[in-house]
């Protein structure tokens, strides 16, 4: 079974920064891509950043380029979101999500959620 833990959520003030951290174990036999998703309430989930195990392309929302990091530690199966002069509106419900394989290349790809960590930035 995989299970995805998350951690790293909180308050913290305009502008000040925070480090989120997703986890995932089990039975993992590769992992193709890393993610991270949030909800406001009242919104759809969006996508906020994703990156590729295999050579670390990264994807940013518009919203958060140039202010959020992804980044991964493939040999820990973590991933990570380092937000940056964060504001209110990026106050929401943060779920991370990985594609993994569990057996081998011949086992499809599955998404498993992280069980959501909220971050809240005060105006």
């Known amino acids: 079974q995989v299970q995805l833990v998350e951690s790293g959520g909180g308050l913290v003030q305009p502008g000040g920064s925070l480090r989120l951290s997703c986890a995932a174990s089990g039975t993992i036999f590769s992992i193709y891509m890393m993610g991270w998703y949030r909800q406001a309430p009242g919104k759809r989930r969006e996508l906020v950043a994703q990156?590729?195990?295999?050579?670390?392309?990264?994807t940013y929302a518009d919203s958060v380029e140039c202010r959020f990091t992804i980044s991964s530690d493939n040999a820990k199966n973590t991933v990570f979101l380092q937000m940056n002069s964060r504001k209110p509106e990026d106050t929401a419900v943060y779920y991370c999500?990985?594609?993994?394989?569990?057996?081998?290349?011949?086992?499809?790809?599955?998404?498993?959620w992280g069980q959501g960590t909220q971050v809240t930035v005060p105006s």
């Open positions: 990156i590729t195990s295999r050579d670390a392309t990264t």
């Open positions: 999500n990985f594609l993994i394989r569990e057996r081998s290349f011949s086992s499809p790809l599955w998404s498993y």
